[in-house]
């Protein structure tokens, strides 16, 4: 199992920017895809984006494309969502996740997660 910990977690205000970081275990990375889940308050947790194990190719929840970037870096073994123009409905605890790759994960289909991280995006 992928051992993934996130940070930059934080408070923010609506239309401002964060950047969240997830460091990865990379012995068990190196064909699988990573990303990015939400959970607010009293909601399911939801698919937010992900990238494949090339670092090409990606996938976006409607609700964040055009404003969320994902990225990974390999040789750090390390996942990247830049987060612009945010909103207050995009509060919530963001995860960081490993799969097989996006079209899967896309579809909730997970092999690891992280421990979570707050993003609270104040009006």
């Known amino acids: 199992q992928v051992q993934l910990l996130e940070s930059g977690g934080g408070l923010v205000q609506a239309g401002g920017s964060l950047t969240l970081s997830c460091e990865a275990d990379?012995?068990?990375?190196?064909?699988?895809?990573l990303g990015w889940f939400r959970q607010a308050p009293g909601k399911e947790r939801e698919f937010v984006a992900a990238?494949?194990?090339?670092?090409?190719?990606?996938n976006y929840a409607d609700s964040v494309k055009g404003r969320f970037t994902i990225s990974r870096e390999r040789a750090k073994n390390s996942l990247s969502l830049q987060m612009n123009s945010l909103k207050p409905e995009d509060t919530a605890v963001y995860y960081c996740?490993?799969?097989?790759?996006?079209?899967?994960?896309?579809?909730?289909?997970?092999?690891?997660w992280g421990q979570g991280t707050q993003v609270t995006v104040s009006s």
């Open positions: 990379g012995r068990y990375l190196r064909n699988s895809a």
């Open positions: 996740a490993a799969g097989s790759t996006t079209a899967t994960m896309t579809s909730g289909e997970i092999g690891s």
């Open positions: 990238i494949d194990w090339s670092g090409i190719n990606t």
